[in-house]
């Protein structure tokens, strides 16, 4: 085991843990460490009151659990520091990371990404970095990225709903897209996790992962939002059944084009799975009904860009991508009317 891994091993016997936005994710995730008996500091916005008062309910699939009691914060600045950050916003807020995430890193502590999307570790480490040019002392700190195959709504205040699956994919970020195998901390945190009733898979290369991952958000958080339907009806529609699949295949040359390499079969195991799924209202058409920003420049414009700067266009998804930002800015535009 690495010193750094030590030292994060032996300061904190056990990990603490910091949820950076108590929403559908952030609030199952936590709830369910906290479950588990692990210490956790939710940061939470707007339901901040409630979740003080009341604490958090997960209703799940796996069995509903009340938290009668968490630590809840509407000011980062009254968190304490934690060995492990959990970035569980919306990447359309990741604008706010400096301060929401600095305040609470500690000496080697890790920041673990569960976001869809892509270029998320890179927009962390360089805000680390420029805190550590500007003079901070933080250490060494690891950045851990997480994709969750996970159905989960935020219903209510404080209320979760948790509606299927749950697995973590884990791969630690590398500057320079080298491989991350799999670092000390990394089993550490997948064993709290698991500790926690949460399957996690380890992954040595984090980039090919979030590729993996875009093959089902890119078709169907993209067209449930244009042609306003479920994963259902995305799947039983021939025509729409038709563009998931050529879509699919897009994804599959933007991931070629940086080196990562998702073999065609991949492409029916994601049908495979959709068909398998309940009727699914995806979270970009629940932003979208909700007039919140949608997650188009992770999901998207980063998945575009990779591939163009490697001499590579997506003529699909880039049409997808345009419908959805006249839709997106439409709709945020009525919203504040
Ligand atoms: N939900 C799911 O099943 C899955 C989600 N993901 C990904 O996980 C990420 C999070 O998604 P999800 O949990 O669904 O989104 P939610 O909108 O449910 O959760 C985000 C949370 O962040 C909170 N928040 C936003 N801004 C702030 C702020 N300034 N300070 C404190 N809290 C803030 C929101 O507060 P408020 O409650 O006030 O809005 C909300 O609770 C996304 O990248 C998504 O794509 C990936 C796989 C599955
Ligand atoms: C694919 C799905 C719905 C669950 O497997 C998911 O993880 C997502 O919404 O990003």
Redesign the pocket.
């Known amino acids: 085991m690495s010193s750094a891994a030590l030292n994060f091993f032996n300061v904190t016997k056990n990990l603490t843990y910091a949820i ?9 995730y936590g709830a369910k460490l906290q479950q588990a008996g692990l210490e956790v500091h939710f ?6 009151e409630s979740v003080r008062r009341n604490g958090l309910f997960v209703e799940s699939v796996d069995g509903d659990f009340r938290l009668n009691r968490v630590n809840a914060y ?1 000011d ?1 600045r009254n968190m304490p520091a934690c060995d492990v950050a959990i ?5 359309t ?1 990741n604008h ?1 990371l400096p ?2 995430l600095l305040p609470i890193l500690k000496e080697n502590s890790t920041v673990l990404v ?4 892509l270029g ?1 570790e890179e927009e962390v480490a360089a805000i680390i970095d420029r805190y550590k040019v500007s003079g901070h002392k933080i250490g060494e700190t690891k950045i851990i990225g997480g ?8 219903v209510g205040d404080g209320h ?1 709903r ?2 299927a ?1 749950g697995k973590i994919n884990l791969g630690e970020h590398k500057n320079n897209s080298q491989h991350g195998g799999i670092a000390d901390e990394m089993q550490i945190i997948a064993n709290d996790f698991e500790s926690a009733g949460i399957p996690i898979e380890l992954s040595s290369d984090l980039l090919l992962a979030r590729w993996k ?1 875009l093959v089902w ?1 890119i078709p169907y ?1 993209g067209l449930s939002v244009v042609l306003d339907a479920t994963t259902e009806e995305l799947m039983t529609n021939p025509n729409s059944l038709e563009l998931v699949k050529e879509l699919m295949h897009e994804v599959l040359r933007g991931a070629k084009s940086v080196e990562c390499d998702i073999p065609l079969e991949f492409i029916e195991t994601m049908l495979e799975h959709t068909r398998n799924m309940h009727p699914y209202r995806t ?2 058409k ?2 979208y009904d909700e007039k ?1 920003p949608l ?1 188009l420049t ?2 998207f414009s980063n998945a575009l860009q990779a591939a163009f700067s490697r001499g590579v266009n997506l003529p699909k998804i880039r049409c997808l991508y345009q419908q959805l930002q006249f839709l997106d800015l439409r709709n945020r535009t009525n919203a504040v009317k």
């Not at 950076?20 to 199952?28: D, E, K, P, Q």
């Not at 940061?43 to 901040?48: A, M, N, T």
């Not at 970035?87 to 990447?91: I, Y």
């Open positions: 950076l936005g108590t929403g559908a994710l952030g609030g199952f940061l939470v916005r707007s339901d901040y509407c980062v970035v569980a916003l919306k990447t807020q706010l301060d929401i569960l976001q869809n999307g998320i994709l969750c195959f996970l159905c989960s709504n935020k979760i948790h509606l699956y991952k958000n958080n979270s970009m629940i932003d919140r997650e992770a999901i």
